[in-house]
Nanobody, 128 residues
């Protein structure tokens, strides 16, 4: 059973930084794509950043130059470093992934990657 567990959320002032982590467990297939999404109250879910098995990284325009996605293969961990945070970044952030050999329904596409596994989310609140 694949599980994704996020950590690192919290409350910061505008201009501050946070580092989100996502640890994957129960994985039997190789990583195809891992990504971060976010959803603010009353708004649609938004893809924030993704990294595929070739190491290709993509960002939403709203976070380019401020956020950085990376992965630690040895630790099966995905990281999102968020700098210069703004109040509009306030949302619940979700880790999502696709692994070879299994593809659950109910997933989403982000920059050409399909992700079907989701974490429970971690809240990020940025105050002005």
């Amino acid at each position: 059973q694949v599980q994704l567990v996020e950590s690192g959320g919290g409350s910061v002032q505008s201009g501050g930084s946070l580092r989100l982590s996502c640890v994957a467990s129960g994985v039997t297939g190789s990583r195809v794509c891992m990504a971060w999404f976010r959803q603010a109250p009353g708004k649609a879910r938004e893809g924030v950043a993704s990294i595929n098995s070739y190491g290709k990284i993509r960002y939403a325009d709203s976070v380019k130059g401020r956020f950085a996605i990376s992965q630690d293969n040895a630790k099966n961990t995905l990281v999102l470093q968020m700098n210069s945070l703004e109040p509009d970044d306030t949302a619940k952030y979700y880790c999502a992934a696709d692994f070879a050999g299994s593809r659950p329904n109910g997933g989403a596409w982000i920059f050409g990657c399909y992700v079907g596994y989701w974490g429970q989310g971690t809240q990020v609140t940025v105050s002005s």
